[in-house]
């Protein structure tokens, strides 16, 4: 009998493990706080090494960003709601400007001046980047090679694009003004042209001369990049190609555009951009005329606001001119990337 009772002092396994388990949830339902809580991962990334180049990147970033906002995104924004309006000098004083939606745009573009200035914009848009183009490419390829005043030769065709574009023009009035200038001066001494054409006065030819002082402006942009586009290409090519017999015309054809096509395809569209939009040259040798000859969308849109105080529809002119000037931008972007790609 006495074997088989429990010591008094024993504990029964059971209770032993019931006990410790009891407690251990004890421990596990109330934990005690912790001494120095996590910080959300929010601030833990702002507090890191990568945070605070990131925010330094961004304070850097903020001076351009309220630069465009308000130089370029402000002013985009109001033209594109003076044009919904009948917005003139009175409102100035009045400060009323009349919601008259499309009609802006109706009537710069049913105006007899619209057909002749988009006709004017393309044909003085092709006409300088062709001329432009074509003319930069042949000095590029010229300069690439070595020979002495290199280097000075090229400084000195940059002087057209150095000059304020002010001063160009009234140098160009002066040079082909028609009873004193000094090409027709020329012309006559080499008897080319005895009667004087008055390249500023006639129609026929106002267009032609705003278009050659445009291209004489716009060489030495196309020479430089041109020029710095045919720097990377390797001259091992151009060794090769000899040894195997190639011409001149051959090794530009076979060597120097296919490698070079990347930069033509910016070229041509940066072009494009900055020269259907020029408007200082025209009007400081024509002013868009004469008899509206010389005539633009980017004049006449000067005309209507500054001239005419049509403010309304001047904008509304200068959205077409955006719109198209966005088209060929994309276009820029597009060839840009592809030619980052390649």
Request: no cysteine.
């Amino acid at each position: 009998m006495a074997e088989n009772q429990p010591l008094s002092g024993s504990v029964h396994p059971g209770s032993q493990s019931g006990s410790r388990g009891a407690t251990t949830a004890h421990r596990r339902a109330d934990p005690p706080p912790p001494l120095d809580p996590a910080p959300p991962d929010r601030v833990r990334h702002w507090k890191s090494r990568r945070g605070q180049d990131r925010l330094a990147q961004l304070l850097f970033l903020a001076p351009a960003v309220i630069y465009m906002v308000a130089f370029f995104g402000y002013p985009v924004v109001k033209n594109f709601l003076m044009a919904l309006q009948k917005f003139s000098t009175s409102t100035f004083y009045t400060g009323e400007a009349p919601w008259v939606g499309l009609a802006n745009y109706r009537a710069v573009i049913t105006s007899s001046v619209f057909s002749k200035a988009l006709f004017n914009t393309v044909l003085f848009t092709a006409g300088s980047i062709l001329g432009q183009f074509v003319i930069g490419l042949g000095l590029a390829v010229f300069f690439r090679r070595r020979f002495p005043l290199n280097g000075v030769l090229r400084s000195l065709l940059l002087i057209p694009w150095l000059i304020p574009l002010i001063v160009s023009g009234a140098v160009w009035r002066w040079i082909l003004d028609k009873d004193n200038g000094a090409l027709n001066r020329f012309l006559a001494a080499i008897h080319l042209a005895p009667g004087h054409p008055g390249w500023l006065t006639s129609t026929s030819l106002a267009l032609i001369a705003v278009i050659m002082v445009n291209i004489w402006i716009g060489i030495p942009f196309n020479l430089t990049i041109l020029y710095g586009g045919l720097q990377d290409i390797p001259e091992d090519l151009y060794e090769a190609a000899t040894l195997d017999g190639a011409s001149g015309w051959q090794r530009f054809r076979y060597v120097t555009w296919p490698l070079l096509r990347p930069v033509v395809s910016v070229v041509l569209v940066l072009g494009v951009v900055y020269t259907v939009k020029v408007l200082d040259v025209i009007l400081g040798l024509t002013n868009g005329g004469p008899a509206n000859a010389s005539q633009t969308i980017a004049t006449q849109s000067y005309h209507l606001s500054f001239v005419e105080f049509d403010f309304g529809q001047g904008a509304a002119l200068g959205n077409i001119l955006i719109a198209i000037s966005l088209v060929f931008a994309v276009i820029y972007l597009r060839a840009n990337r592809r030619a980052v790609d390649e």
